[in-house]
């Protein structure tokens, strides 16, 4: 027996799966539903309860987390006679964990408040890695009551965890995540192919600038891709090409200019018209590559 509330996950994902066990580690009970098998095969695996359903998991559900790719797919689980706001109880917590714009976070907690849902947007960064370990940045907006209460949750799955602001808050501070993210990307793999062409050991100029002004996460964590170009995904770039498509329309609403991210916002599409949407978002390596006249 357990005096923690219980768990609703919806979606198990790349990001899903190993954030929903490090919850059932933390002594969490964790019903969760996805389209895959396989995936609810695992969360049985870790200790979870595979629910064939929305309605059969979040029924018992004190907290319903959904991480899945994007807007339309949040508004696919949440609304609906099939959806989640149908059959949670009134007073469940729902926690949105994906990246989508602020404006469907603002519209899923008005929509939720008018059956007694409480919301909070809490999109997180750190990638793969980053859930596997729990130690994801999280960016939550809502009710600071509400951030509150699931503080001990977010613990489970994150180190460094914030209360952002108002309802779609944590989605704003995403979408700006997400530009610095790309643009330090870019940055890194103009910067391989320079050395590379320039006849230098490239892991060891890598060492020396990642121990200076230019280390960052982005090349601490990508930096075997780079090397090895493996582009096996962690955050794949048609994710990060949907990302730039909501830091983009959220910038022109408030009037804010994005040169730099708008033109790797075009990288980024480029990638995915020449197939390589499936790869991880470190694969802008190849799009530096291609424009410098090499075969890839």
């Given at each position: 027996m357990t005096d923690l509330p219980k768990i609703a996950w919806i979606g198990l994902g790349i990001m899903g799966s190993p954030m929903s066990e490090n919850l059932i580690k933390a002594g969490y009970a964790v019903a969760g539903h996805t389209l895959e098998r396989e995936k609810l095969e695992r969360l049985a695996a870790a200790g979870g309860t595979p629910a064939g359903s929305i309605a059969e998991a979040v029924a018992d559900a004190d907290v319903v987390v959904t991480m899945v790719p994007a807007s339309p797919q949040v508004e696919a689980v949440a609304y609906g006679p099939d959806g989640i706001l149908a059959h949670a109880r009134p007073g469940t917590l729902l926690v949105d964990m994906s990246s989508i714009t602020p404006r469907t976070s603002l519209d899923l907690a008005e929509a939720a408040a008018d059956k007694g849902i409480r919301v909070l947007d809490a999109p997180v960064s750190g990638g793969e890695a980053g859930a596997v370990e729990a130690v994801l940045s999280i960016m939550v907006g809502g009710?600071?009551?509400?951030?509150?209460?699931?503080?001990?949750?977010?613990?489970?799955?994150?180190?460094?965890?914030?209360?952002?602001?108002?309802h779609g808050a944590g989605q704003t501070v995403k979408a700006a995540n997400q530009l610095i993210v790309a643009v330090n990307i870019q940055a890194c793999a103009e910067a391989v192919v320079f050395l590379e062409k320039s006849g230098v050991d490239l892991g060891a100029?890598?060492?020396?600038?990642?121990?200076?002004?230019?280390?960052?996460?982005?090349?601490s964590r990508k930096k075997d891709n780079f090397?090895?170009?493996?582009?096996?995904?962690?955050?794949?770039?048609?994710?990060?090409?949907?990302d730039m498509g909501i830091v983009t329309e959220a910038a022109r609403a408030v009037g804010a200019a994005l040169p730099v991210g708008a033109v790797v916002a075009q990288l980024v599409a480029s990638l995915r018209a020449q197939g390589d949407g499936g790869l991880d978002h470190s694969a802008l390596l190849r799009c530096v590559q291609r424009l410098s006249g090499d075969q890839v």
């Open positions: 009710e600071r009551a509400d951030f509150d209460a699931a503080k001990p949750l977010f613990e489970a799955l994150g180190r460094t965890i914030v209360h952002c602001g108002p100029a890598l060492d020396v600038l990642n121990g200076g002004l230019a280390g960052s996460t982005v090349l090397l090895k170009r493996d582009f096996t995904p962690g955050f794949r770039i048609d994710l990060h090409h949907k």
